[in-house]
């Protein structure tokens, strides 16, 4: 399966979940909203979660998008990293976060106190980089 030929099934359908490996080996699963920006999977998350703790420590992870009228699927597994606020400057972060709420429909105008907000939240930002892509279109 290539990314790019099922781009319009990621830039229309954002139900994802993301599958992290906890530092005990465990699985760890979470519901997110993706998106797609630059070839990979974009989603947005508080930094202090647990699926951005282990990505940071595994530096990859599995994210299924999920089409729910049909069921139908389709699963990236990649290197991943996770972008916050120690790792940008504010102005560069804030882009990054507006970007990935850009490309699942969510944009900037519809947020009062964007800004604050998300240094507020310390959201990062969890680019992953599509390396196995399989699933049920």
Known sequence: MDFNENLSFFQENHLAV???VSASGKSQATVVTAGTSDGKIVFVSRE???KVKNIRR???CAVTTIKVDTRRY????GPAV???WD???DATQLALVEAAYASIGRPRSNWDDFD???REERRAVVMVTPERIYGSI
């Open 48 to 50: 202090r979660t647990q």
């Open 116 to 118: 604050k907000s998300m």
């Open 74 to 77: 389709i699963t990236v597994e």
């Open 87 to 89: 790792d940008n400057d």
């Open 18 to 20: 993301v599958g992290t």
């Open 58 to 60: 595994e530096g990859r």
């Open 82 to 84: 996770a972008l916050g």
